[in-house]
């Protein structure tokens, strides 16, 4: 079974920074895109931003540009996201994927489990 797994959410004050991390499952998977998408209660799942493993191509929900940075490590295949400036509205759950790529949901075939982040007013 193929396994994505995230980790460092958590809670923190509007303003300040987190960092997620995301490591993808190696093997034939590394041509693929990873994804960050987020959920809030009662809402749909959106794109936040994408990187690609073969070139580093990045993009980013409009949302997010100038606050967010995705990056990877191929070496740890691991990818991150460094979130600065966070605002209540970033309050959700953060799922990291990896897939043909794309901004819908529909184009990532393997999910993590995902990790709540909460931003405090």
């Known amino acids: 079974q193929v396994q994505v797994v995230e980790s460092g959410g958590g809670l923190v004050q509007t303003g300040g920074s987190l960092r997620l991390s995301c490591v993808a499952p190696?093997?034939?998977?590394?041509?693929?895109?990873m994804g960050w998408f987020r959920q809030a209660p009662g809402k749909e799942r959106e794109f936040v931003s994408a990187?690609?493993?073969?070139?580093?191509?990045?993009s980013y929900a409009d949302s997010v540009k100038g606050r967010f940075t995705i990056s990877r490590d191929n070496a740890k295949r691991t990818v991150y996201l460094q979130m600065n400036s966070l605002k209540p509205e970033d309050t959700a759950v953060y799922f990291c994927a990896t897939g043909r790529g794309g901004v819908v949901a529909s184009g990532y075939y393997y999910w993590g489990q995902g990790t709540q982040v909460t931003v405090s007013s």
């Open positions: 190696g093997g034939t998977f590394s041509w693929y895109t």
């Open positions: 990187t690609k493993w073969s070139d580093g191509t990045t």
